[in-house]
């Protein structure tokens, strides 16, 4: 079973920097596209940044300047650095990937999304 573990949430003060991480574990064959969403209080989950394995990266306007968003493919794992933080960023920000799974001989493509992550922001 494919499984992503975002770390890196917290409580930090308006114009600081906060880093996350995604992490993915089990029987991976390859990832191709990884990805940052995030869901505030009453709010749609919406789009932050994505890369892919070739790190051709997006960002939503709201972020671009201040997120950058990477990875190491030799740890399937996506890092998200936040920096110059507002109040309006706080939100629970969950790790995406589009994953090619292998039991076997047999392979199947899965979208997986982790647990989630929360970043408080204060003003």
């Known amino acids: 079973q494919v499984q992503l573990v975002e770390s890196g949430g917290g409580l930090v003060q308006a114009g600081g920097s906060l880093g996350l991480s995604c992490a993915a574990s089990?029987?991976?064959?390859?990832?191709?596209?990884m990805g940052w969403y995030r869901q505030a209080p009453g709010k749609q989950r919406e789009l932050v940044a994505t890369?892919?394995?070739?790190?051709?990266?997006n960002y939503a306007d709201s972020v671009k300047g201040r997120f950058t968003i990477s990875r190491d493919n030799s740890k399937n794992t996506a890092y998200l650095q936040m920096d110059s933080l507002k109040p309006e960023d706080t939100a629970v920000y969950y790790c995406?990937?589009?994953?090619?799974?292998?039991?076997?001989?047999?392979?199947?493509?899965?979208?997986?999304w982790g647990q989630g992550t929360l970043v408080t922001v204060s003003s």
């Open positions: 995406n990937a589009d994953v090619v799974e292998v039991r076997g001989f047999t392979y199947r493509t899965l979208e997986v």
């Open positions: 089990g029987s991976i064959f390859s990832i191709s596209d």
């Open positions: 890369i892919s394995h070739g790190d051709n990266t």
